[in-house]
C-alpha cells in the first residue's frame, strides 16, 4: 500500500503541495497528470525524498515517515521501498546498460557480480535491449536510455517504481517503445506511480487517475471514471484542451 497524507512542500515563499491525500492499494498503477506547475514532479519526488517536504505521513510498503521529523533511518527505509525512473534517464556515462542495470546489486546488495549479471540480461531482456548489453549511454537513443533505467529500477525489486514523465526527454518518435515497456510491467501487477503527459497511456495503463492544479488534487477516480465522466469544471477544462490540442495537431 502508498498511503500519502496532507503532504505540504514550499520553495520559499511558492507553496507547491498545499496538502495532498491519496492511497493506492499494492499491484494498482497510478498516474498523476495536470497542466505544467500543478506539482507532480515535485510530488513524485517527494515520496522518496529526492525533495524534502515540510509536512506530511508517506507509508510505501514497510515504510512509513513523519515529515516534520524524519530520521536518517526513516528516509533510507522509505528509498528503500521504491525505484525511480527519471526523465532524463540518469545513467552512469562511463558504464555499459548491463553494469548500469547492475551496479547497485553488486555495491548496494552486495549480490554477486555473476549472478547480478544474470539478473541483468533477464531484466534487459524484458526491456528488449539484450543485444545492447555492451552498449554505452552515448550509443543508444533516448528510447533505450530510458529503458535501460527501467530495468535498473526493476532490478531493485522495489514496492512501487517512480515515473517522472519518463517520456518527456524523448523525440515523439520514441516515446511509444518506452510506454509499451511501461504497459508491460503493468500487466505483471506491479506497483506504480506514473507521472505522465500521455494522456491515452493514462487512460489506458491506470487503475487510478489523479488531475492536479495548483498545488491541490482536484479530481481522482478510477481510470474510467475521470476520463469518461469527469467531474470538475477544472479537469473537463483540461481534457477539452487536450484533446483540441490533439486533434489540431492531427
Do not use: W
Not at 547480478?116 to 549511454?137: C, F, I, S, T, W
Not at 535501460?148 to 526493476?154: D, E, F, H, Q, W
Amino acid at each position: 500500500m502508498i498511503k500519502v497524507t496532507n503532504l505540504k512542500k514550499r520553495f520559499n515563499d511558492l507553496e507547491v503541495l498545499k496538502g495532498i491525500d491519496f492511497e493506492i492499494k499494492d499491484r494498482e498503477v497510478l498516474s498523476i497528470i495536470g497542466p505544467s506547475g500543478s506539482g507532480k514532479s515535485t510530488l513524485i519526488r517527494c515520496l522518496n525524498f529526492l525533495e524534502t517536504p515540510e509536512e506530511g505521513i508517506i507509508e510505501i510498503g514497510s515504510a512509513k515517515l513523519d515529515a516534520t521529523k524524519p530520521t536518517r533511518k526513516e528516509i533510507q527505509q522509505l528509498r528503500d521501498q521504491t525505484a525511480m525512473v527519471f526523465q532524463n534517464y540518469n545513467l552512469y556515462r562511463n558504464k555499459t546498460a548491463l553494469q548500469n542495470v547492475t551496479e547497485s546489486l553488486i555495491v548496494v546488495k552486495k549480490i554477486p557480480k555473476k549472478e547480478a549479471e544474470e539478473l541483468g540480461m533477464e531484466l534487459l531482456k524484458q526491456v528488449g535491449l539484450v543485444e545492447k548489453r555492451d552498449n554505452y549511454p552515448a550509443t543508444l537513443s533516448g528510447g533505450q536510455q530510458q529503458r535501460v533505467s527501467i530495468a535498473r529500477a526493476l532490478a531493485q525489486r522495489p514496492h512501487a517504481i517512480l515515473f517522472d514523465e519518463p517520456t518527456s526527454s524523448l523525440d515523439p518518435e520514441l516515446v511509444s517503445e518506452v510506454l509499451q515497456v511501461i504497459k508491460s510491467i503493468a500487466e505483471l501487477d506491479t506497483t506504480m506511480i506514473i507521472v505522465t503527459h500521455e494522456m491515452e497511456f493514462a487512460r489506458e495503463v491506470s487503475d487510478h487517475v489523479i488531475f492536479m492544479a495548483d498545488g491541490y488534487i482536484v479530481e481522482e477516480g478510477t481510470s474510467s471514471e475521470f476520463f469518461n465522466n469527469p467531474q470538475k469544471d477544472r479537469t473537463k477544462q483540461f481534457l477539452r484542451n487536450y484533446y483540441g490540442e490533439k486533434q489540431n495537431r492531427g
